[in-house]
Structure formats: C-alpha cells, structure tokens
C-alpha cells in the first residue's frame, strides 16, 4: 500500500513563499487524482488543491491565483507550490488520494 510523506513546511512571513512535497512509498502512476488538504486545530480538513488526470487541477477560491500543485510520475512526488501566503494559510497540510492512509502532514505557519 502507497503511504505519502508531506515536507517542506515552516515558518514563513505574509507575503512570503513555500513549495510543499509529497513523496510517496511506491508508484503513484495509477493514482489518477491527488489532492493537497489543509486543517487547522479543530476544524475540518479543507481539500485546497487537486490534480487529476490530463494535469486538470482545481482549487479552492481562498488559494486559486496563489497556489499551484504539481506531480512528478517519475519521482512518485507531488508538490504544492504557494505564493503570496497569508496568516490565514497556517495550517497543517496533507496530500491525499483515495484508498491512501493519511500521513502526518507538514506544518506551515504564515506570522511575521
């Protein structure tokens, strides 16, 4: 079973920019659509961005124009680019596809 393990979080100003990654255990060839979660203490976890087959993305509005996902077939990784990032984007963050167990997440914090 593909397990994900998230990294690349930290501290980070507002307005300041972090790339996420995702690699995971085996292939993610066959795993058609990967999606990046965010959640904060005691709130839901908010999918945020996806890709899908054919590199069609979507994205929630409070980061469409800000962020950017991507997947690497080749390096079983898949990595979720932010720019212009706000305190409102502290949040632990996770990749996910269906049937793949949550991993730990990587923790960014936005606060100057």
């Known amino acids: 079973q593909v397990h994900f393990v998230e990294s690349g979080g930290g501290l980070v100003r507002p307005g300041g920019s972090l790339t996420l990654s995702c690699v995971a255990s085996?292939?993610?060839?066959?795993?058609?659509?990967i999606a990046w979660y965010r959640q904060t203490p005691g709130s839901h976890r908010d999918l945020i961005a996806a890709?899908?087959?054919?590199?069609?993305?979507n994205y929630a509005d409070s980061v469409k124009g800000r962020f950017t996902i991507s997947r690497d077939d080749a390096k079983n990784a898949i990595y979720l680019q932010m720019i212009d990032l706000k305190p409102e984007d502290t949040a632990t963050y996770y990749c996910n596809a269906p049937l793949v167990p949550w991993g730990q997440g990587t923790q960014v914090t936005v606060s100057s």
């Open positions: 890709i899908h087959p054919g590199g069609i993305t």
């Open positions: 085996g292939s993610i060839a066959k795993i058609y659509s």
